[in-house]
């Protein structure tokens, strides 16, 4: 049986998960913006052969990537949107608070449905860390599929990002990730495999033994990618390309680049990008 650890005090008796801040925690562990920006940059040049300038952030959180991506250059523009007020204001003020002036400027932030906006038409729509899995229908995937496609310049990509394999649809199961003064935990805690609802929680524990749980709550459909690739096509898109990270030769881990692929090799779990090109 295990032994819940032993609960040890900071001298004012507060316990480290409560004083820490799940939007820093998550930033910290979940995200690296400026992957996505060089990402963004690089299939957009392929595609397109000039550099893009407007990004939509569409379920952008704490806008860290629109913070990013006015960093990036300074003839690039962003706007986020998300429908929750809460990591919008956490953003305005820590992430937007962070940049200058003139960058401050080139940053929009708008709480509403990334359905139903209709901003200056962008060169990227960026929907990262699966958040297109909130739609748990074909129609409703199509409308957001739709509504990004019109909401891109004559020239433009969509940027998704899916994950998968046999390991995703596993229940009760924990991956752990350290890092210096907490540990990041992602639980998959549902898959029902009639309806591909699946439920998956982030969890922070510390060196004290104690837990911020369940930070963060997805309730998701499990779509596959050639579901995906099939509505992005039926949306108008001219391609749906997909980006499979390679591996390292002497780990056989992922090694963090991402390239075009038609085809891959089984795998138990992975995260690739899909780049819908208009
Ligand atoms: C998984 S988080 C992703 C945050 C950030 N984009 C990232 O990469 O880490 C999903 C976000 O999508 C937002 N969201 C869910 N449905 C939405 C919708 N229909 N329109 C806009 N935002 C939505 C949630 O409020 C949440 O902040």
Redesign the pocket.
Same mark, same amino acid.
């Given at each position: 049986m295990k032994r819940s650890p032993r609960p040890t005090l900071k001298r004012n008796g507060t316990r480290l998960a409560a004083l820490a801040d799940k939007y820093d925690l998550?930033q910290r562990s979940?995200?690296s913006p400026e992957n996505e920006v060089a990402f963004f940059d690089r299939v957009f040049r392929t595609y397109h052969k000039r550099p893009p300038l407007l990004l939509r952030?569409?379920?952008?959180?704490?806008a860290?990537?629109c913070c990013e991506w006015a960093k990036s250059r300074r003839d690039r523009r962003a706007v986020g949107?998300?429908?929750?007020p809460k990591?919008l204001a956490w953003g305005e003020k820590h992430n937007l608070s962070q940049l200058s002036a003139d960058e401050r400027n080139r940053v929009e932030l708008r709480k509403?449905?990334?359905?139903d906006v209709l901003a200056p038409r962008a060169d990227v729509i960026a929907?990262?860390? *699966?958040?297109f899995y *909130?739609f748990k229908t074909r129609e409703e995937l199509a409308r957001y599929f739709r509504a990004a496609y019109r909401n891109l310049g004559r020239q433009g990509v969509l940027v998704l990002d899916v994950l998968g394999g046999f390991e995703c649809m596993k229940e009760d199961t924990e991956e752990v990730r350290g890092y210096r003064s907490f540990k990041y935990v992602w639980e998959q805690a549902r898959f029902d495999p009639i309806t591909h609802a699946c439920r998956f929680h982030i969890h922070f524990r510390f060196p004290d033994g104690s837990e911020m749980k369940r930070a *963060?709550t997805?309730d998701w459909r499990l779509w596959s990618m050639p579901e995906i690739r099939e509505l992005l096509t039926a949306a108008g898109f001219r391609a749906a390309d997909v980006y499979w990270e390679g591996a390292d030769p002497r780990t056989g881990k992922g090694n963090d680049v991402y390239r075009r692929r038609e085809h891959a090799e089984s795998d138990p779990a992975w995260i690739a990008y899909l780049v819908a090109v208009k």
């Open positions: 998550y979940v995200q952030e569409d379920f952008c959180g704490t860290a990537v949107i998300d429908l929750d990591p509403a449905d990334a359905r929907a990262q860390n *699966f958040s *909130f *963060f997805y």
